[in-house]
């Protein structure tokens, strides 16, 4: 965990007395409408459709069970009950009272917590990997670097009025678990292969820069501007390519004022062109790192006591042969640990019949007293609105599986069709076309048959209520589309794409439209027809959804939704990749 010191209490607890002072003064009609809606932005504090709606910072997805116990609090004070954790890392509360915001803020701080710059045009929280830290595949610890980001961003006078919002996510790892190709920065770390000129040791650590990433109404992949960028470098390098979405974006529009339309614009080499002349002036500049500063940062973070545990635990082996319900949740919600006898843990917030990522306030301070039983007192939120205890000890893997069958949490289906990654949508949000939790809803009750789900395999499926796509469904091997028509809530599905996190050197891609659009009652079975096409289609049960579509293409599953399919397409197919 991140401990502040003296400076980011400070901080935080001037912004708080800030805000309440904003807040009375526009209560008391000394602000307009106007004034007020930049200043409350700034904070984390948007108007919805039936109530404000505040959100929550959780830098680069860290929790501590105090944190966690704190938010349970306010929801269950402040709000009704619950909390939404986001595709962002954060968690917002959709019914807060206006006038009860700064006591909320002021609560949050006790906790080191805040909403500073969780919405507005600035730099927004820095997402990352939410197995950081623990990953056998890492190359860095990427909270060290998103917390060096972070410090360096927040407030930051040149930045605090871009042209539009502006997301930066980090990963680690070998393996892209933080979607970096889609945001409109996107860091991975690399290690030099000691070819990229003078200065730059073999092995060294830098970062490949991808920019011009993101969904939305106009989604696109990002462009590699960088493939190796000296650690030294990363703040001065940032500021570089900030200083031209500075310059160039569009601020006439708000449809094309992200970067991405730059980079479209520009092309790729103009682009990385003005990035490369900007950072020659200033890439030995204040903000270039040093050793020094990065083991500051690094110093402020409280790492697990580890113990000396086998690597393979006699006990586990034995209950996961005798229980099938135990194995088939150790199979799907248990991921390796770098630390030998420990494991990660994902606790599901996708059980049928709860909207995605909601949380109870009881279910918050349950998982609480979990994090301290198990996990050193910590938890991440991944972006996919699940919660994960990082740090379990595989002897006590049936223990923390049978606690969370009682919180409900337990469900095994992380990777799996049910695993629905889906935004608030017309339930509650303004901008939506559409409702997207009933769908979800729906869709769950539809495949909630673990056998089933399991035979089914690894799909993604992502849920948006407007094309903003604060649900990612270009990135899902299944994405569906809230849209308006004529007045009434119709649904769009798209296959093919994916977040990048496959595997090394697969590379992020937007789905395809198959069609028409859908009322909501036929959405399920669309869905139902996608996954029969896939099982027909597959070489084995070892290829994936998306592995299928990629192979032959949108148009057979097309045909089976829309009732064209010939049964026997798929023989031949098969028939001429063996001839």
Not at 164 to 181: L, M, Q
Not at 193 to 222: N, Y
Not at 372 to 379: D, T, V
Request: net charge neutral; proline share 4%.
């Amino acid at each position: 965990m991140y401990r502040y010191d003296e400076i980011d209490q400070r901080v935080v607890d001037q912004r708080v007395e800030q805000f309440r002072d904003q807040t009375r003064r526009f209560l008391a009609g000394k602000l307009s409408e106007d004034e007020f809606r930049h200043l409350r932005l700034r904070n984390g504090l948007y108007i919805q459709r039936h109530a404000p709606m505040l959100r929550i910072a959780i830098p680069y997805g860290l929790l501590s069970s105090r944190q966690l116990r704190k938010l349970a609090g306010v929801a269950r004070r402040y709000d009704r009950g619950y909390g939404h954790f986001s595709t962002r890392q954060n968690m917002q509360l959709n019914w807060p009272k206006l006038e009860e915001v700064p006591e909320i803020l002021a609560e949050l701080a006790t906790v080191q917590m805040h909403s500073i710059q969780t919405s507005g045009n600035c730099v927004r929280n820095i997402t990352t990997d939410h197995f950081a830290g623990i990953a056998p595949d890492e190359i860095v610890d990427s909270f060290v670097w998103c917390e060096i980001i972070r410090q360096w961003s927040t407030f930051h006078p040149e930045f605090n009025w871009l042209p539009r919002k502006f997301k930066i996510a980090v990963n680690g790892a070998a393996n892209d678990r933080a979607a970096t190709e889609v945001h409109d920065i996107g860091l991975h770390a690399v290690r030099a292969a000691g070819t990229e000129g003078e200065g730059v040791e073999k092995g060294e650590v830098g970062f490949r820069v991808v920019v011009g990433g993101g969904l939305g109404r106009t989604p696109m992949v990002g462009q590699v501007i960088r493939e190796f960028l000296p650690w030294r470098h990363l703040l001065t390098y940032l500021e570089s390519i900030l200083r031209v979405y500075n310059r160039f974006g569009r601020r006439d529009n708000i449809h094309k004022a992200r970067i991405k339309f730059v980079v479209k614009e520009f092309g790729v080499e103009r682009f990385r062109s003005e990035v490369e002349a900007g950072w020659a002036q200033s890439k030995d500049g204040p903000n270039t790192l040093v050793k020094e500063e990065v083991a500051r940062i690094e110093g402020r973070f409280s790492r697990p006591a580890y113990q000396a545990l086998p690597r393979e635990d006699a006990r586990l082996a034995r209950l996961l042969a005798l229980d099938a319900g135990f194995r088939n949740w150790h199979r799907r919600n248990v991921h390796p640990h770098k630390v030998p006898g420990y494991a990660a843990v994902t606790l599901s917030l996708k059980r049928t019949g709860v909207p995605p990522g909601d949380a109870t306030s009881e279910q918050m301070e349950a998982v609480a007293e979990l994090a301290e039983r198990f996990s050193f007192g910590e938890l991440r939120v991944s972006h996919e609105q699940n919660l994960v205890l990082p740090d379990v000890p595989q002897a006590r893997l049936h223990q923390v599986w049978l606690e969370a069958r009682v919180l409900g949490m337990a469900t095994p289906n992380i990777g799996l069709l049910t695993n629905i990654v889906c935004c608030p949508g017309g339930d509650f949000c303004g901008l939506a076309n559409a409702k997207s939790i009933p769908v979800a809803q729906a869709i769950q009750e539809r495949f909630d048959d673990l056998d089933y789900l399991h035979d089914i395999g690894e799909i993604d499926l992502n849920i948006s209520g407007c094309m903003n796509a604060c649900g990612h469904h270009h990135v899902g091997h299944i994405g569906i589309l809230g849209v308006d028509k004529g007045g009434e809530e119709w649904y769009q599905i798209e296959i093919g794409g994916n977040q990048g996190a496959v595997r090394p050197g697969v590379r992020a891609a937007l789905g395809k439209v198959i069609g028409h659009s859908f009322a909501r009652s036929q959405v399920p079975a669309v869905i139902e027809q996608l996954v029969q096409c896939y099982l027909a289609e597959r070489d084995s049960e070892h290829e994936r959804f998306i592995d299928v579509v990629q192979r032959i293409g949108v148009e057979p599953f097309k045909d089976y939704v829309y009732g064209k399919a010939d049964p026997q397409a798929p023989h031949r197919r098969r028939q001429l990749a063996a001839a």
